[in-house]
């Protein structure tokens, strides 16, 4: 079950480590960005053997890609339902691995792909030959819709989010007879609109939870699926598997519709793109922080009892190659709002970009960089989750004394969690700045033992203090209860 108080581990199986724990050496072959595309040998075993490294970063639950077959290494066009991806291993190697996971109180989350499924997927080519009139109605024929009408509303609205509301540009991307995952042929859309079709999903997850023990769902690319849909696929899935989260991705190009969740009270949380894509752009974003604030207001109330899962990058988007200044910031935002921060293989490890970024979606699908011993990013995510973890995310949480200052370069809050209180300060700006932390913090008590490098910060007289070029301080109030 994933709570306020869960730490995510987002890694793609076939880019995090192979079998003889050397995936990271591919890198240096000089067919790297040729082969890209490619299935680069990342397995089950792989993070089997890496499972101490992630017990010892101290996260609470890795997230990985779809594990079906499929001929493509991300595995989000699965090409069998039923059948486990050999490139990744067996079946007993998936199971060594869940066990081992929980033997070391970590939990595995599984991604799974409603929208679409491979051209080369048996239930395309049987379906679309088939004798029977209504199997045709599992996809969405562009002509078959036109003529019959029948699911026109669904297929209009789907042609408006594939497009970002240009519907006459289709023809042009999605040249197939079908609708396509944004027109890509070998992606055909299935019809969730067809009962037929949701109760086949529902009977397809029930199979892998029952077969393997994962412990949560990720229900990949929301914002195409119909509510219906949702609504009836997550009690199926409470009714069997009461203590398993399901949460979503949900992606809209419209950035007004970012703010407020999609699938409260329809399902245990989801991803929020908007402070996710705004600390992803963090060096370039106009007023970041007010648009974070902003997020963080709406959603308030409503995080009471509903998870928002934030990441500074993923596999949708291009790693964080601003330095590891930048990096700090953001992750120190995302560490202390009151949401659950996702950690996306390799941020640790402060991770660029290696490939030759033909693909942008690829981008950030670099193999894991396991020979890199960058020491200040281990030693600021170690210590960003030894602070979650100290403090109790589900107890009452909130921020106060929020002061945006400086054309807003400056960022000064206080973390309250229970019966604890922390002091974020954050200035964005390239340059040297001395901060009076008695007027930014009313009637405070910080201590100045500095959280993310776990060392003494003076203090200027009065409380003033010296803050370096696009740097943060994460302090404690002297009442803690740990202090």
């Known amino acids: 079950m994933i709570t306020k108080n869960s730490i995510i581990y987002q890694i793609i199986i076939d880019r995090f480590n192979n079998d003889t724990n050397d995936l990271h050496s591919i890198i240096k072959n000089p067919n790297y960005k040729n082969d890209f595309e490619k299935f680069l040998g990342g397995s089950f ?161 029930s199979y892998w939870l029952n077969k393997f023990k994962f412990d949560d769902i990720r229900l990949d690319s929301g914002f195409l699926q119909p509510k219906d849909h949702i609504k009836r696929l997550y009690k199926h899935i409470k009714s069997d598997f009461p203590e398993t989260s399901v949460i979503i991705e949900h992606w809209d190009f419209e950035p007004k519709n970012h703010i407020l969740p999609k699938y409260y009270k329809i399902l245990d949380g989801e991803f929020n793109i908007d402070i996710s894509l705004l600390l992803n752009k963090l060096p370039n974003e106009i007023n970041p922080f007010n648009r974070i604030l902003n997020n963080y207001y709406q959603n308030k109330d409503l995080l009471e009892d509903y998870l928002s899962i934030v990441s500074i990058d993923n596999h949708d988007l291009p790693r964080f190659t601003h330095g590891f200044n930048l990096q700090k910031i953001a992750a120190l935002i995302q560490f202390t709002l009151p949401v659950v921060p996702l950690i996306y293989y390799g941020n640790e490890k402060g991770m660029i970009q290696y490939n030759g970024g033909e693909n942008r979606i690829a981008q950030s699908r670099d193999v894991m960089r396991f020979d890199l011993n960058n020491k200040e990013f281990i030693e600021l995510y170690k210590n960003l989750i030894r602070f979650r973890r100290e403090n109790n995310f589900e107890e009452e949480s909130n921020l106060t004394d929020i002061q945006i200052n400086d054309n807003g370069e400056l960022f000064t809050y206080k973390l309250n969690i229970g019966n604890n209180s922390y002091y974020i300060l954050i200035n964005k700006e390239k340059r040297q700045k001395p901060v009076n932390l008695e007027i930014m913090f009313t009637d405070s008590e910080i201590l100045n033992a500095e959280i993310t490098t776990g060392r003494i910060i003076e203090f200027a007289e009065n409380k003033w203090i010296k803050m370096d070029s696009e740097s943060c301080y994460l302090f404690p109030d002297k009442h803690n209860k740990d202090n």
Not at 162 to 186: D, W
């Open 45 to 205: 075993k792989g993070i089997y053997n890496k499972i101490d490294y992630l017990k010892e970063l101290g996260v609470t639950h890795i997230l990985i890609n779809p594990i079906q077959k499929s001929p493509s290494y991300h595995g989000y066009d699965y090409q069998d339902s039923y059948k486990i991806n050999p490139n990744f291993g067996s079946e007993k190697e998936l199971n060594d691995l869940i066990d081992k996971l929980h033997e070391n109180d970590i939990q595995i989350i599984v991604d799974y792909v409603c929208t679409h499924v491979s051209s080369i997927n048996k239930l395309f080519t049987e379906k679309i030959t088939s004798d029977n009139d209504k199997d045709k109605d599992w996809f969405l024929f562009k002509e078959r819709i036109k003529k019959k009408g029948k699911y026109k509303h669904y297929y209009e609205e789907l042609i408006y989010k594939l497009t970002s509301g240009k519907s006459t540009l289709i023809e042009k991307i999605n040249e197939a007879e079908y609708l396509c995952y944004f027109g890509l042929e070998s992606h055909p859309l299935l019809n969730l609109r067809n009962r037929e079709v949701q109760e086949w999903h529902q009977n397809c997850i």
